[in-house]
């Protein structure tokens, strides 16, 4: 074998382990926070990873989180569209190229959100919302979905300033959390973990899944 053709299959073999991995939860439950510290420690192992979050992480979905996040009032399914766009624009331009390039991606947030929030708290259907959004994501979908799981009103206790949506209250929010156990129930890839614990605690549990 010649050494471009062994440095190609070095490349495929590096690029096949890394991973996409989605941090979930009520607003306020900790995850940016555990996404930093995630990414931290597997780059302290010595993988290339990289941090993005919804809506947000490319100029059209930053775009996008302002009038998600900042407009007064917005139509429920108008909601449901804007979340998908920004989220195939992250797709295709941010994910996919990172994940080929074998870089690890931890993302505050993914698909799962809009099942959870829009397919159940506002009552839209989960399985229409799903459909919705894996059709623009062309099967970049999250290897792994973390809930990090703690009372709605603890999450919110733990917040500043709630943004549009987190303002809808402990009733809503606890609509999301019972999506998302119910999503940990049926689906091998969605884990819950106790996100009253240490934050390092948590990353030791995330980390010890999937490396
Ligand atoms: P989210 O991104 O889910 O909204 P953040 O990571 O912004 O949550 O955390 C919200 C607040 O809770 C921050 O002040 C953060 O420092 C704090 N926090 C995050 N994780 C924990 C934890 N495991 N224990 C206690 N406080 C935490
Ligand atoms: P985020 O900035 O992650 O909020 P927080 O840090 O408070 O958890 O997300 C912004 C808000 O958007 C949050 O209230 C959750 C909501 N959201 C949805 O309703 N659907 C979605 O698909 C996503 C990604 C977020």
């Not at 931890?106 to 397919?119: E, K, V, W």
């Not at 605690?201 to 995330?206: A, G, L």
């Amino acid at each position: 074998m010649s050494i471009s053709s062994v440095v190609s299959v070095l490349l495929v073999t590096v690029a096949g382990v890394s991973k996409y991995l989605a941090l979930e939860g009520v607003d306020g439950s900790g995850k940016s926070t555990v996404a930093n510290v995630l990414a931290n420690r597997l780059s302290g192992m010595g993988m290339s990873t990289l941090v993005v979050r919804e809506p947000g992480g490319t100029p059209l979905g930053e775009a996008v989180r302002e009038l998600l996040l900042d407009s007064e009032r917005l139509d429920d399914w108008a909601e449901v569209f804007l979340f998908a766009a920004q989220r195939a624009e992250l797709a295709r331009e941010v994910i996919g190229p990172a994940l080929s390039a074998g870089t690890w991606v931890i993302s505050d947030r993914s698909y799962y959100s809009s099942i959870a929030y829009q397919g159940r708290a506002r009552g839209l259907g989960e399985h229409r919302v799903r459909e919705i959004n894996e059709t623009g994501l062309a099967g970049i979908v999250p290897d792994h979905v973390f809930v990090i799981d703690v009372d709605p009103g603890l999450a919110l206790s733990r917040q500043d300033r709630p943004d549009r949506i987190g303002k809808e209250g402990t009733d809503f929010q606890a609509e999301v959390r019972a999506s998302y156990l119910d999503l940990a129930e049926s689906e091998d890839k969605v884990t819950v973990v106790d996100g009253t614990r240490k934050v390092d605690e948590i990353v030791d549990t995330i980390v010890g899944e999937v490396t």
